[in-house]
């Protein structure tokens, strides 16, 4: 059972280059989420789904996009890559009932 | 909005000493409260939950939590500090019983010495 599935773990850009970060569960969750961690800073949700085709920006959305054409999989564009977007990103999921997030490993994403 | 506030960036304790990590929230209506825990390079952990009814909460790795409404708190505690718990420990609120995305503070790192 892989649960949540990032990948890549880690990752360097150069400033202006594309990229997505791809997220998978195999849990048949409607719900998903990605979040970005920073130090000091705990974790700011960027994007969320509540099911396939429907997705609502998020606390940080600015310089990401993102899609949701199956229950499946929730991948993370981002477009222009920035200084300011160096951080860790993480995926996750939950129940239709809620109770419990489950999330992937992370992302290590340097951007130079 | 809900929102969550641990006061403690970084806390110190001795190895079988007693910890106690502040958590407060802000949200008008019945939480929902959660302690995640995360080692470095690592994913997060959840250690508990509160959703309603008792409000002492017990958790995994020997962690327990308390929601109290009247000081909008929900602290952790474990009685007993081993060296494996030192780790990023966060705290997080929903609106619900999870799936409106959570709300997390800014966390607290703790380092537990010998």
């Known amino acids: 059972n892989a649960g949540v599935t990032q990948t890549p773990k880690f990752r360097i850009l150069k400033i202006g280059q594309s990229m997505t970060l791809q997220c998978a569960q195999d849990?048949?969750?409607?719900?998903m989420y990605w979040y970005r961690q920073d130090p000091g800073m705990g974790l700011k949700l960027i994007y969320y789904?509540?099911?396939?085709?429907?997705?609502d920006k998020g606390e940080v959305p600015n310089g990401y996009n993102v899609s949701r054409s199956t229950t499946e999989d929730f991948p993370l564009r981002l477009e222009l890559a920035a200084p300011s977007q160096t951080s860790v990103y993480f995926c996750?999921?939950?129940?239709?009932?809620?109770?419990?997030?489950?999330f992937g490993e992370g992302s290590w994403l340097t951007v130079v | 909005a809900q929102s969550v506030t641990q006061p403690d960036i970084h806390i110190t304790v001795s190895e079988g000493a007693s910890l106690e990590l502040r958590c407060n929230y802000s949200?008008?209506?019945?939480?929902?409260l959660f302690w995640y825990v995360q080692s470095p390079g690592q994913g997060l952990q959840l250690l508990l939950k509160?959703?309603?009814?008792?409000?002492l909460v017990q958790g995994i790795k020997g962690f327990e939590a308390e929601f109290k409404r009247s000081q909008s708190s929900f602290n952790l505690r474990k009685p007993s500090v081993h060296w494996s718990d030192a780790a990023e420990y966060f705290c997080?609120?929903?609106?619900?019983?999870?799936?409106?995305?959570?709300?997390f503070g800014k966390g607290t790192r703790l380092s537990v010495i010998a």
């Open positions: 509160y959703f309603s009814g008792d409000t």
């Open positions: 997080a609120v929903g609106r619900d019983s999870g799936n409106t995305p959570l709300v």
């Open positions: 996750a999921t939950t129940q239709p009932s809620g109770n419990t997030i489950y």
């Open positions: 849990m048949n969750h409607n719900y």
């Open positions: 949200y008008g209506a019945t939480p929902y």
């Open positions: 789904s509540v099911g396939a085709g429907i997705t």
